[in-house]
């Protein structure tokens, strides 16, 4: 077994390891370095984050027999929302090596590679990250055109993948291709493979870098791949590809709310503070009922996103299973990234025109959380799928009605009777797809107000827990609302006919 060094923070109690750890981003973020600055320009500065690495944050995922902390999901999530409450870029890079790389190796990696990669991770600051999406192929990434076939004791494997975080930065990835048959054609399953950018035939070239909006810290591009990988590469499953894909997403969208708790923290913080201090004709602003209103939706987001947190950390582990988590795996994903961006949009609006400044935090967190929404699944597919997981199980049991489900739903039966007479209603027979990502809203509220009333009996502040159920009631009859309107339109191809204003005006 390789060692890390003696001296290092991997024996550390937790709670002190977190401490230490906040404090310094603090101090690094705020005193040491310029935040305006590192805000704005590309790429984080080396020493800047070699200071953060120094801290060994990674090895909260990496196991203990390989010189980690051993993959804990409270800790791993502890990590990810102190980086968040400084900065999401940074959160986003962690959450990028912990869940797409990390966690996945671990489970399904080789004994012996994990020895020395996770070697590289603790000791020599490495990275890695996850290549899934092709420029034809994003949400329809099991259709992916990446290939491999196999010659002797080696995997060679052809491709193009664009928008990996950390793109031309990891120094290891997970590359996702299709086993071509010998007749020359892409089987169905996807599999797995490790690369190692410091061998000269696993290199990863970058054919271009893209301008992200956001998230400066982290380079995103557009990779070609023609490389050779050995055998044990490739990662194994425990039955099918996909299976292991979805176990491995399932997870890291349930690891998301790690992200979202420090920065939806950060937005409450910021905004308490200039509603304190910022009057307005003499009034200050926390003292106006509107104002009142966006804050307490705040403290909504900042607890529905702590229960999410405390029910990731119990059932996210490798050690479980998530392939059939379908339902609260895309859930929590949804609805913690809409919230992380309606607390940037509140935070921006409470700070009036400061909060539209390039460098002000909530300015930068309406730009950095917007992809959220997109990546790892874009929001409407994730809750479209869990509107159709409802569906499929409804139709099995026979019943209609939303509510009576919800009740008997083991995700939802303590919180469905908090909204009793909202959810009381038939799912449609034949819902349009508008009306699936809606009704996959409303059953993500209550399956993540669940989560809340979890924490609440395990002795979570009582004032907060019924803010949040105020304004998940207020989402559901707003969503409820919706549906009943039937809301129809389409687009017309040829919206330019007869649409002049000019035309009709004398
Ligand atoms: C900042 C950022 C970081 C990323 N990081 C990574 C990474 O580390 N690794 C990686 O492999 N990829 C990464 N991606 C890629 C990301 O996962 C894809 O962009 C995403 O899956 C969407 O694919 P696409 O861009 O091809 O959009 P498309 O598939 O073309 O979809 C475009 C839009 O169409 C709509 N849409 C599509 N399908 C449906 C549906 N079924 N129902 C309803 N609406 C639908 C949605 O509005 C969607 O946003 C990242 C992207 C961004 C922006």
């Known amino acids: 077994m390789l060692k890390v060094s003696e001296n290092n923070n991997i024996a550390q109690d937790f709670d002190l390891f977190i401490a230490n750890f906040k404090d310094r981003l603090s101090d690094l973020f705020n005193k040491e370095y310029d935040y305006n600055a590192l805000s704005l320009t590309r790429g984080l500065p080396p020493d800047f984050l070699s200071e953060i690495m120094d801290m060994r944050p990674l090895s909260v995922a990496i196991p203990t027999h390989h010189g ?14 102190a980086a968040s409450y ?93 086993k071509k048959n010998e007749h020359g054609e892409l089987v169905r399953d996807i599999d797995f493979f490790v690369t190692d950018n410091s061998i000269e035939e696993q290199k990863i070239e970058v054919l271009k870098k893209y301008n992200s909006l956001g998230l400066y810290a982290i380079p995103y591009g557009l990779n070609h791949i023609d490389i050779e990988v050995p055998v044990d590469y490739r990662l194994t499953p425990e039955s099918t590809g996909i299976k292991l894909m979805l176990d ?37 602003l926390n003292e106006m009922d509107s104002v009142k209103f966006q804050l307490s939706r705040l403290q909504a987001a900042f607890t529905l996103c702590s229960a999410m947190c405390s029910y990731s950390a119990s059932v996210s582990s490798i050690n479980n299973d998530l392939s059939s988590h379908a339902v609260d795996a895309n859930s929590v994903k949804a609805l913690v990234t809409d919230l992380m961006h309606e607390s940037a ?119 907060m827990t019924e803010i949040a159920r105020q304004h998940i009631s207020m989402d559901l009859y707003m969503l409820v609302g919706q549906l009943s309107n039937n809301n129809n339109a389409e687009p017309l191809m040829n919206y330019g006919e007869k649409t002049d204003w000019m035309s009709f005006t004398s």
């Open 248 to 284: 491995t997403l399932h997870r890291s969208r349930l690891q998301f709310p790690g992200m979202g708790m420090g920065f939806i923290k950060r937005m409450l913080d910021e905004s308490m503070k200039h509603c304190t201090e910022r009057r307005v004709a003499g009034i200050p």
């Open 68 to 81: 980690g902390r051993g993959l804990h999901v409270k800790e791993c999530l502890g990590v990810l929302a």
């Open 86 to 178: 400084e900065s999401l870029s940074l959160s986003l890079i962690f959450g990028i090596n912990i869940a797409l790389f990390l966690e996945p190796f671990a489970k399904y990696g080789n004994t012996l590679l994990q020895e020395r990669i996770f070697h590289q991770f603790l000791e020599n600051k490495a990275m890695g990250g996850l290549m899934i999406t092709e420029p034809a192929y994003g949400s329809d990434a099991l259709n992916m055109r990446t290939c491999y076939s196999q010659k002797e004791d080696k995997y060679h494997i052809q491709g193009e993948k664009h928008w990996q975080g950390l793109t031309g930065a990891a120094d290891f990835w997970l590359v996702t291709a299709r």
């Open 345 to 463: 949009q509140i935070c921006v609006q409470l700070s009036g025109a400061n909060g539209y400044k390039l460098d002000h935090i909530a300015g930068r967190g309406l730009v950095d959380s917007r992809p959220f929404q997109i990546f790892e699944g874009s929001n409407e597919m994730l809750y479209t799928q869990v509107a159709e997981a409802i569906a499929k199980l409804m139709r099995k049991s026979k019943e209609n009605n939303l509510l009576a489900y919800l009740k008997k739903y083991n995700a939802t039966e303590l919180a469905a009777p908090f909204f009793s007479s909202i959810l009381n209603f038939d799912f449609p027979l034949q819902p349009k797809q508008r009306e699936m990502v809606t009704l996959g809203k409303i059953i993500a509220r209550v399956v993540c107000f669940q989560f809340v009333l979890q924490i609440n009996n395990a002795g979570f502040n009582d004032g």
